[in-house]
């Protein structure tokens, strides 16, 4: 019954007509449009982080269209330019792509709403998030004519090693690079002590946990930092307890990578700002300063909706295929957000942040991925 009212959305967004395949050789301005489908994971939309991201890459930056009350209206070109970072306009451009989203309230959709869109002639299927790679490969194995893209994690065999498929794409990101410049800029904006609050304790995560503490300690090692994990994505007010607990310790600047979770730990320091606590946050995966004006010190900006445009734009090109990337500092799939707000201090915490950045996109500083690797990290020199 689910699937049949979820089919009937489909069909109210996309009409009765089904999509006709590109002339071959033809320009995307002459191809009829292409159909690009997304599944989210139980985050959904609304996250304002890593979802929210996906879907900009491909309403806002392929379509040029903005979803209101259940349907797409046209995204003026002002609008559309204003979700765009200043350094990608010239590149991301208008393409011709038809969006189709559904968003997953549990794991045991994902499976189903990934075939619903196969069933429904899409011309590339997203899964976003590694909670969905069991259920693209499974997909991905019974519609071998049908192009797929996963983000955040390879395929993977029994044995939990990457296996490619010949129609999927996958992008995993160096989380752990943009974390270490986010822990750079807490380390000198904190004097004492500094907070992690992250979702599901989980590899993923831990990068953004290791890269933090990395830059945490380049900056001061003398600052602590308490970190927590609320088991979920999609518990907002766990975020907000975690958080509360960590100020309540005297964390100064609170960094979280927890999906949803991370809205609660946002509004937990905006409302310890507003008592008058010298506090700051860090986001997640989009720029979130709008969540807390006064209180957003930054966030660590993971380019999924760059990774989604450019499938999209493969796709619409003809140029689609499978395979492996990793997009870290080097390849502009990482970054800190305009830091805005003063603090003691800033101009020299900006101007460490961006000589590191440099060695580590030059591959002179490596930073740690993992607990293991912190353990034997040596800070690089002033």
Not at 3 to 11: D, E, G, K, P, S
Not at 74 to 98: D, G, H, Y
Not at 220 to 248: E, I, R
Not at 283 to 295: K, T
Request: net charge neutral.
């Amino acid at each position: 019954m689910l699937r049949t009212v979820a089919a009937c959305a489909l069909l109210l967004l996309i009409g009765c007509k089904k999509s006709e395949p590109a002339v071959p050789g033809a320009t995307p301005a002459a191809a009829a449009a292409r159909i690009v489908g997304v599944v989210t994971d139980v985050g959904g939309r609304g996250d304002q982080s890593f979802n929210d991201s996906a879907l900009r890459g491909l309403e806002a930056w392929a379509a040029a269209q903005q979803y209101q009350s259940g349907s797409y209206a046209p995204l003026s070109p002002e609008a559309r330019t204003a979700t765009i970072p200043e350094a990608l306009r010239a590149k991301v451009t208008p393409l011709s792509v038809k969006p189709l989203v559904l968003q997953s309230k549990s794991p045991e959709d994902y499976q189903p709403n990934l075939q619903l869109l196969v069933d429904q002639r899409a011309d590339l299927t997203v899964g976003v998030g590694f909670l969905l790679e069991n259920a693209v490969e499974q997909v991905a194995k019974a519609n071998p004519k049908s192009s797929f893209l996963l983000i955040d994690s390879p395929i993977l065999d029994a044995q939990g090693q990457p296996a490619a498929l010949p129609n999927v794409r996958t992008v995993v990101f160096r989380e752990e690079e943009g974390s270490f410049l986010a822990g750079v800029l807490a380390g000198f904006a904190a004097k004492d002590t500094v907070g992690f609050v992250g979702g599901m304790e989980i590899p993923l995560i831990k990068k953004f946990e290791a890269g933090f503490r990395a830059g945490v300690k380049t900056a001061n090692p003398k600052v602590k930092v308490l970190v927590g994990y609320t088991g979920s994505f999609d518990n907002v007010a766990a975020g907000k307890q975690l958080a509360q607990d960590q100020l309540a310790k005297g964390a100064e600047v609170v960094f979280q990578a927890a999906g949803s979770d991370g809205l609660g730990a946002i509004q937990a320091v905006k409302e310890a700002k507003a008592a008058g606590k010298r506090v700051f946050a860090i986001g997640v995966d989009s720029d979130q300063a709008h969540l807390a004006p006064d209180a957003m010190l930054t966030s660590m900006v993971k380019r999924v909706d760059l990774a989604v445009y450019e499938a999209a734009k493969d796709l619409s090109e003809g140029k689609f295929t499978g395979g492996d990337r990793v997009m870290g500092l080097k390849e502009g799939g990482v970054s800190l957000a305009p830091v805005t707000l003063d603090f003691e201090g800033k101009a020299a915490a900006l101007a460490r942040v961006d000589a590191l950045q440099a060695l580590v996109a030059q591959g002179k500083v490596q930073v740690p991925a993992n607990l293991k690797a912190l353990e034997t990290f040596e800070p690089p020199a002033p």
